[in-house]
T-cell receptor, first 113, second 111 residues
């Protein structure tokens, strides 16, 4: 049973606009959430994370929002750039889950120049 | 040099063959992980290790085994490969704040 879900397999956005990638989770024991970016023929690379004690974390053009009551997080990229075109995975872990990481199925973002 | 290396990068094998995928890391992390990626399923955890003496099964460990030869080395074995083990395999190490650092992946095809 998928504990972390990314319901949009793909997303296309114009360069300069905002990209919003969404992620839902079911396990209330998760207390740490991460976003990874993956280019073809490469491994995922860490992008940004958020702890459950926060509802927002920002790093340059990337902001992650966490809504614990809705068990939902989102990644905002502003402004979007063609180099952001990649597959984005959200992941979750928690002390109650044996510190395993659970990944979503990924969203393929295409930023159109 | 890459912090996490995987060998081989590509492998084609036949059903029933034994195969080993190797992972080495230079980050000095205690935690190491093996994942597989399948289209539409994301990354799923096979095995993980928090130190040389600690090995744990992940979500999909059936058909796989691992060996933690040293802090820097974590290998994944398929004792008798089957076609539904065709996938992209990633090794990862655990970071200080829980983020993981991934290797470049091994594309395995079982015919």
């Amino acid at each position: 049973d998928q504990q972390v879900k990314q319901n949009s397999p793909s997303l296309s956005v114009q360069e300069g606009r905002i990209s919003i990638l969404n992620c839902d989770y079911t396990n209330s024991m998760f207390d740490y959430f991460l976003w990874y970016k993956k280019y073809p023929a490469e491994g995922p690379t860490f992008l940004i994370s958020i702890s459950s004690i926060k509802d927002k974390n920002e790093d340059g053009r990337f902001t992650v929002f966490l809504n614990k009551s809705a068990k939902h997080l989102s990644l905002h990229i502003v402004p979007s750039q063609p180099g952001d075109s990649a597959v984005y995975f959200c992941a979750a872990s928690g002390w109650g889950t044996g510190n395993q990481f659970y990944f979503g199925t990924g969203t393929s973002l295409t930023v159109i120049p | 040099d890459a912090d996490v290396t995987q060998t081989p990068r590509n492998r084609i094998t036949k059903t029933g063959k034994r195969i080993m995928l190797e992972c080495s890391q230079t980050k000095g992390h205690d935690r190491m992980y093996w994942y597989r990626q399948d289209p539409g399923l994301g990354l799923r955890l096979i095995y993980y290790s928090f130190d040389v003496k600690d090995i744990n099964k992940g979500e999909i460990s059936d058909g796989y085994s691992v060996s933690r030869q040293a802090q820097a080395k974590f290998s994944l074995s398929l004792e008798s490969a089957i076609p539904n083990q065709t996938a992209l395999y990633f090794c990862a190490t655990g970071g200080q704040y829980n983020e993981q650092f991934f290797g470049p992946g091994t594309r395995l095809t079982v015919l």
